[in-house]
């Protein structure tokens, strides 16, 4: 069974960074495709940014230049970097691994960011 654990969501000024982790098991985590989604009150989930497992990446323009995600195969972990945050990033953030048979998703982690 695939498990995926988020932390390092928060409250932050706008203008600062935080980094998500996501924590992979049950799944041979190198050959996976990651991706991060977020959700904000009302509004559909949306992808935030993707990394495959040649560590190959794409960003919504929403977040280019913003954010970065990356993977530690040895770590089975997949992280966000999110610098100079905007209060419109204000969501919840969710891990997933992107499956033959669609994601795979985590319990989410609140992302706050205060004006």
């Known amino acids: 069974q695939v498990q995926l654990v988020e932390s390092g969501g928060g409250l932050v000024q706008a203008g600062g960074s935080l980094r998500l982790s996501c924590v992979v098991s049950?799944?041979?985590?190198?050959?996976?495709?990651m991706a991060w989604y977020r959700q904000a009150p009302g509004k559909q989930r949306e992808l935030v940014a993707v990394i495959t497992s040649l560590h190959t990446t794409n960003y919504a323009d929403s977040v280019k230049g913003r954010f970065t995600i990356s993977r530690d195969n040895a770590k089975n972990t997949v992280y966000l970097q999110m610098n100079s945050l905007k209060p419109e990033d204000t969501a919840v953030y969710y891990c997933?691994?992107?499956?033959?048979?669609?994601?795979?998703w985590g319990q989410g982690t609140q992302v706050t960011v205060s004006s």
């Open positions: 997933a691994v992107l499956g033959s048979n669609g994601p795979t």
């Open positions: 049950g799944t041979i985590f190198n050959v996976n495709k």
